[in-house]
């Protein structure tokens, strides 16, 4: 069985959103385009094709850019029939935390120019809590360039199951090699929202510009 020996998880999101969170907590792109009363055309636009800038929202909040994730990469690695626009709205209806501060600071270095805020979670409450609505993929789901892993639904492996099983949820459903279960998350998701986000948090850092995090 896998083990998970991460007490802290981490989240980076523009300084811009902290009034968003502080209000509504934690929601994922799908539900701050509901939130702002988005619809039709510009929805689609925003939440099922790639976001080639970052997009500023009514309410003030910030969506990122998707730059590491052409249409034409993710064609070559997506499985199982899944269309770029399908990928797209997989990752918008999620919210992301990254395992460890080494992969934020790797995001971090694509937006070194901005002010962010990074939130610092206690993974324990919060895997609790969210059991249900959470998974955790084997690397990062928002890149797509260089030799992009082979991807698709099954990439977000729910907890319960990975607990069980490690990575056999990904290996039968893509049809790839099973990881061991010693291969750590890289990401853990959680389905929509965490409203109550900083009742779990155990940090909130702001990082100005040419700043890294540092725990």
């Not at 395992?99 to 895997?127: F, G, H, K, T, W």
């Not at 990439?155 to 090699?177: I, M, N, Y």
């Amino acid at each position: 069985m896998p083990a998970w020996n991460h007490s802290r998880i981490y989240h980076m999101t523009e300084s811009a959103n902290w009034p968003s969170i502080r209000k509504h907590g934690l929601l994922s792109t799908s539900r701050l385009l509901t939130l702002c009363g988005i619809n039709g055309s510009e929805r689609h636009d925003l939440e099922r094709r790639q976001r080639l800038q970052t997009h500023r929202l009514p309410n003030g909040a910030v969506i990122r850019n998707q730059v590491p994730l052409p249409p034409q990469a993710l064609v070559r690695c997506l499985a199982n029939g899944m269309s770029p626009e399908e990928w797209y709205a997989e990752l918008n209806r999620r919210v992301f935390f990254w395992i460890d501060e080494n992969r934020l600071n790797r995001q971090r270095r694509a937006c070194i120019s901005s002010p962010q805020i990074v939130l610092s979670i206690d993974a324990a409450r919060l895997m609790e809590s969210y059991a249900a609505r959470i998974s955790l993929t084997p690397f990062n789901t928002g890149n797509a360039r260089r030799k992009p892993a082979r991807r698709g639904r099954e990439t977000f492996v729910p907890l319960q199951t990975w607990r069980e099983s490690g990575w056999s949820w990904e290996a039968d459903g893509l049809k790839t090699p099973p990881r061991p279960s010693s291969h750590t998350p890289v990401e853990l998701a959680v389905n929509d929202a965490v409203e109550d986000i900083l009742e779990f948090a155990l940090d909130v850092r702001r990082l100005g510009p040419g700043e890294y995090f540092s725990p």
